[in-house]
């Protein structure tokens, strides 16, 4: 039996209709379950669906759990007479509740600032920047502090701050608006409120029956961070895979690939890291990883980046396709390409909902335009020798 190979079916991967009712039903499905946080019901409730929609495709689908240690803010916040000012707590903080008077310090929380102000039972106010957290709160643990608040020096929230070690001192980070209303022995409460422990992700497999060996892996991670109701973060590259098994289900592409939702990439990478270490045979096969992370919102116009060969050959198959640097490695095509696999990172910028309340939105038609690129591409990829590696 003649074997078809991928250029006689792509006409129709790229253009088949029977995707193009389900992104939107998808979308709005998932969306509705709220923040998809790894560990979370809200996190299982979309994977179940998700994995229903690649069961019926006719995949079969596997789980592969991991676990790995997380700092949990479970609200932390600065009260100040009425008014409640929310906060983030730095990674590494002690959890604690302390009613005591500000003392403003000024500067960064240097041992030299420090030493100009009397912070002794108190909760000290510094400024973000020019040295680590960490040393930020053990100069404020040294001269007394009871507890630090380490107020943004930018626009926004201070989010994803890290002392990188435990300090016993409960650190709030706190936006430039939020610290501006601090003022020099004004009384408040601050309340730091942390987890710390193991939590559980779990990563969704699917290949058709019999494929144990893919030369494609698609990837995208389906969690998001808490508060984010994860619209372009990343619930549009989740429903981008999902799109192309839906495309590719009945052609000799499904014959040749991996699909997988990755949970537990806003901790680190976690999901990646995990599929990769547990499957290092299957990771030493593939000719390529192409992974997509926020391709809802056009920010900036459908733009690629990894190994030099993939990113000519996307560009060749759409002239339009931009391409970026730097930036690129915080997702999980980077878990693939430090395993020597070549990667191609779908991308089209960082919307201002990143991380926040507001990652509502994602445009179905440009998940549709990053799946017809992405399939092109493909096309070149397989047509082509394989590299030895």
């Known amino acids: 039996m003649r074997q078809v190979g991928v250029r006689a079916v792509l006409g129709a991967l790229v253009l088949g209709s029977s995707a193009f009712a389900s992104i939107e039903n998808d979308f709005s499905t998932v969306l509705k379950f709220g923040p998809r946080v790894t560990g979370t019901p809200a996190n299982e409730q979309a994977r179940t669906y998700l994995e229903g929609q690649l069961r019926t495709l006719g995949y079969t689908t596997r789980r592969e759990a991991f676990s790995y240690p997380r700092f949990d803010d479970l609200g932390s916040d600065v009260r100040v007479g009425e008014r409640t000012l929310r906060g983030v707590a730095l990674q590494g903080s002690a959890g604690g509740e302390v009613s005591a008077p500000v003392a403003l310090v000024p500067g960064v929380g240097t041992p030299e600032d420090f030493r100009g102000v009397d912070v002794r039972g108190k909760v000290a106010v510094v400024r973000r920047g020019q040295i680590p957290f960490a040393q930020k709160a053990r100069n404020a643990l040294a001269a007394g502090a009871r507890g630090l608040i380490v107020v943004n020096n930018e626009a926004g929230e201070l989010r994803g701050g890290t002392l990188g070690e ?224």
């Open 166 to 389: 435990r300090v016993e001192l409960p650190v709030l980070g706190v936006s430039s608006a939020t610290g501006a209303g601090l003022r020099e022995g004004q009384r408040v409460a601050l309340s730091v409120r942390v987890r710390q422990g193991d939590v559980r992700g779990v990563n969704v497999v699917a290949f058709k029956a019999g494929v144990t060996k893919p030369q494609m892996l698609f990837g995208a991670h389906m969690d998001s961070v808490a508060g984010a109701p994860g619209a372009n973060d990343n619930l549009s590259g989740t429903l981008a895979v999902l799109d192309l098994a839906r495309r590719a289900a009945n052609t000799p592409l499904a014959a040749r690939s991996f699909f997988v939702l990755f949970d537990g990439e806003e901790d680190g990478l976690r999901g990646s890291r995990a599929f990769v270490k547990d499957n290092a045979a299957l990771v030493g096969g593939l000719r390529a990883m192409f992974n997509f992370d926020m391709v809802g919102v056009n920010v900036d116009p459908l733009g690629v980046s990894g190994d030099a060969a993939l990113v000519n050959a996307a560009r060749e198959a759409n002239p339009a396709l931009g391409s970026f640097s730097g930036g690129g490695g915080g997702s999980d095509h980077a878990s693939f390409a430090q395993a020597g696999v070549p990667t191609l990172f779908f991308h089209t910028g960082i919307d201002p909902n990143y991380h926040q309340p507001g990652d509502t939105v994602a445009d179905p038609a440009l998940i549709r335009q990053t799946v017809d690129v992405a399939l092109k591409t493909v096309d070149a990829v397989l047509s082509a020798a394989p590299a030895r590696r």
